[in-house]
């Protein structure tokens, strides 16, 4: 039973690795680095739990909002930016624009592949279909709007900072909207509820097409891309 829970916590993750992996055509990464990204997303994890703890210290609120805006948009993507901030920002190999998707996404996975063992663990093969289908490809999504600001950042010197901002925040603020939408379908109206779950579905749908869209624009833009 432990290894059909672990399979379904990881599978996910490995997928999702390997597409974003072969979707950096033009100059591939160290994996050594990639590997780094991944085991840095997982030290996240207890950042994320101490930052959670001193906000909550700070104002607590047993709100939905709460939940899924300030403990899962913010503290998560929060931490998350953080150490792809201080451990790929400055490494030479960030040198074209689809890097900072690629390292993002190792951060991003890294991340969600240890909440994802936690839940799944705890809440057993359901859990797990659920959070392979939605929580694990939201944080890839997430990721990749991260990472795509954050070479816009890293190539624009003139608008850096703004570039900087929206890699933070927009990845907070989709993250936010999207466990809302989840967490909200339980404390209102069966009625209302399932018109959520349609929106949300759409919604879903949007954020994939936004992704693709951004991966391929990266790929366009790519400083090696006349060197093949």
Known sequence: MSIILLALSVLPVILLLIYIYRQDKYEKEPVGLLLLSFFIGMIAIPMDLILVS?????????SVFHAAFIEAGFCEELCKFAVLFLIIWWNKNFNEYMDGIVYAVFVGLGFACVENVLYVFQGGIGTGIVR???SVPGHFLFAIIMGYFLSLAKFDEKKRASYLLASLFIPVLVHGLFDWMLMITDVIHPLISLMMLVIFIVGDVLLWRMGIKYIRRHQE????KDKQ
């Open 132 to 134: 392979g289908l939605l």
């Open 221 to 224: 833009n790519s400083q090696f």
């Open 54 to 62: 001193v906000v909550n210290g700070i104002h607590y609120s047993d």
